[in-house]
């Protein structure tokens, strides 16, 4: 393609030169080689001290299933103490805590929209201190809210819901205000121009535009709280993770082994839901 433009005396445009021609693209690579090579110098990634051996032997057990751990063998236990009860709670742990998050970031992502709180300087105010807000909430990780929170409700189920809505306060919130901001501004216009009130032209043009991707983005947080909510229970959060936390603890890699297959399914199951839903709202 160079080639034709040399022939006809004419210059080369720019976007089809050799990339090893352009100084800021070779400069560019230089650069992410040159951070790649200091992260490597700076982890000091030591895999001396590796026993494939046991990491063999440990995957032996983990594929020796014991099948037992799906229900009770205990007769003090009840339904709910066995594995597949616990995948169940686990389960509704996250829907709850998605539910919950949903019902504080919903009205916080209007304050949070730009294109509806910019114009005054009192609602942009509010705009851009709901923007921090989101931004703190989002990047507090859910394992160190669920720690905290396990100091204020011990460890169990509350923990962990709490502890998983938190964060996805941040997240959903983000992610509504931001479908928000990418509504068709016409009909806005139109239904201002006739004199409605801010809260008529929400209703009016702005909530219609915003269903599909307000249910879309919460079907997809589902499905990720669902694969969150087993590592909310590694630190005490409740569910299943508090069995594979404690049944790793005491070496039983066959009752391991059937957890995390169970945990597999359930998310490989969530995530081809979610998607068919999601599917049928485009």
Same mark, same amino acid.
């Given at each position: ?127 851009? $201190? #709901? ?13 160190? @809210?669920? %720690? *905290? =929170? &396990? /100091? +204020? ?88 993770? $508090? #069995? ?13 082994? @059937?957890? %995390? *297959? =169970? &945990? /597999? +399914? ?17």
């Amino acid at each position: 393609m160079a080639d034709y433009f040399r022939a006809r005396g004419l210059p080369v445009p720019e976007e089809i030169r050799p990339w090893y021609l352009d100084f800021r693209r070779l400069l560019g690579i230089a650069a992410v080689i040159g951070i790649l090579w200091i992260g490597l110098v700076i982890t000091d990634i030591d895999t001396g001290r590796a026993n494939l051996a046991y990491m063999g032997k440990i995957f032996g057990q983990l594929l020796d299933l014991n099948w037992d751990v799906i229900y009770p063998q205990n007769e003090f236990e009840t339904f709910w103490d066995g594995a597949l009860g616990l995948m169940i709670v686990t389960i509704f742990l996250a829907v709850v805590a998605t539910a919950f998050s949903v019902v504080v970031a919903l009205p916080l992502s209007f304050l949070a929209a730009r294109n509806l709180m910019t114009g005054h300087p009192a609602t942009t105010a509010i705009y851009s $201190v #709901m923007r921090v807000i989101f931004t703190i909430v989002r990047s507090i990780d859910v394992l160190i @809210v669920v %720690i *905290l =929170l &396990i /100091v +204020l409700f011990g460890p169990g189920n509350a923990a962990g819901v709490f502890a998983i809505a938190f964060h996805n306060v941040g997240v959903v919130g983000k992610l509504y205000s931001e479908a928000i901001e990418g509504i068709d501004p016409g009909p806005m216009e139109a239904i201002t121009a006739t004199g409605a009130n801010p809260f008529q032209v929400t209703w009016a043009a702005v909530l219609p535009q915003i269903v599909n991707p307000f249910i879309s983005f919460t079907i997809y947080r589902l499905d990720t709280n669902i694969r969150l909510a087993p590592v909310v229970g590694l630190v005490g959060g409740g569910g299943v993770g $508090v #069995m594979l936390f404690e049944r790793i603890s005491l070496f039983r890699y066959g009752d391991v082994g @059937v957890i %995390i *297959l =169970l &945990i /597999v +399914l359930t998310v490989a199951a969530m995530d081809f839901i979610s998607a068919q839903l999601r599917k049928r709202l485009v």
